[in-house]
Nanobody, 124 residues
């Protein structure tokens, strides 16, 4: 069992940066793929980035490559999403999710545990 809590959302102007921490509790965290998803109003929840259990492998959705970076520190039970050069289209609720395997795909169905989400608003 893994519990996840996201922090760090807020309002920022286009071109700005935000860093979203996701703090986990549970014995399996270090063996879990952790991902960030986002959901804009009226849209489906979509994959943003993921990180393997050991933190060595990452993957990103095309629109955030070069702007977002996912990282983790298992000793601190924390995963971060660093978001730079934010755009208005990045406005969404951002969710942290953990899978039951150290590496898995980017489908929502593959992630068993979810945080409550944190809102990010990017103004033009």
């Amino acid at each position: 069992q893994v519990q996840l809590v996201e922090y760090g959302g807020g309002w920022v102007q286009a071109g700005g940066s935000l860093r979203l921490p996701c703090v986990a509790s549970g014995r399996s965290f270090s063996r879990a793929t952790v991902a960030w998803f986002r959901q804009a109003p009226g849209k489906e929840r979509e994959f943003v980035a993921k990180c393997s259990g050991d933190g060595r492998v990452t993957s990103y959705e095309d629109s955030v490559k070069g702007r977002f970076a996912i990282s983790r520190d298992n000793a601190k039970d924390t995963v971060w999403l660093q978001m730079d050069n934010l755009k208005p289209e990045d406005t969404a609720d951002y969710y942290c999710a953990a899978a039951g395997a150290p590496w898995t795909d980017s489908r929502r169905e593959s992630y068993l545990y979810w945080g409550q989400g944190t809102q990010v608003t990017v103004s033009s």
